[in-house]
């Protein structure tokens, strides 16, 4: 049996569980298995490995998308420049780490992307933001990063800093945050929507709700809106390209 699965704590509800089953029956893969493994401390990781021989892939999740960095062989640049990796693939004696999210965001963003959309707000500054910066750096689009916290090391505005010719002049939106997802549906980032308008395009990594209420707002002032459904799927099935390569 070839072994796949998922490591991070808790793993609660698993979409990737749920989407390599699937594939997994679908596709008459009867020789493959997606298992998940809920480790408390990433020092449980060379155990893992250990007692499971006949791994070949592994996604990783929250918390230790930056931890498990120093447990890995090989790790690619895109990774690496992030410090984040979600992907790892096993061969015989090595192990090697990838960042998915970076596809996932670049392919599912380009087809919306019009000739005015230069400039970027990316909203929060953890893991997804670094792997979306990391894209917008590629696509040559400038970006302000906005924050929470004014001491935070990377460069970033607050807020309350967001003003009418920011909002002019920055046509994507980009929430790296959890906020308003699920269960927390009636939350929003803190941006000023009435100065929204048809030449915004308003992009939420979260996918559960499926149009949450910064979506909402963005779609009342006539925005292109898009959630971060297809960003995961792509991010899965880019996941699997690595493993079998
Ligand atoms: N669609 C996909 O494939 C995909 C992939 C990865 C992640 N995601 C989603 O993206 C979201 C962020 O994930 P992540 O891994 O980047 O999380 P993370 O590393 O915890 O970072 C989230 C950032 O959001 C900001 N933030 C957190 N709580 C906040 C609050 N209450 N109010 C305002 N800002 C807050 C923080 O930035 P500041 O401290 O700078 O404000 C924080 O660094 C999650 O909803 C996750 O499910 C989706």
Redesign the pocket.
Known sequence: MKLFGLIGYPLGHSFSKKYFDKKFNDENLDDCIFELFAIKDINEFHKLTEENTNLKGLAVT?PY?QSILPFINYVSVAATEIGAV?CIKFTDCNTTGHNT?VV??EKSLIPLLQPHHTKALV?????????VQYVLKLLKIDFL?????KT?T?D?IAYNDIDQKIMAEYSIII?????G?TPNEN?M??IPYELLSANHLLYD???TPEKTLFLKKGELKYCTIK???E??II?AEENWKIWNA
């Not at 929430?175 to 906020?179: A, K």
């Open positions: 929250i998308k979600n999210d996932g965001f909203l929060g500054t953890g893991g997804s933001s670094k792997a990063l906005v924050s929470r916290d935070n990377q970033c929430n790296c945050t959890p906020i997802m939350a980032p803190a990594l979260i996918y959630n971060g459904f960003m995961l991010q």
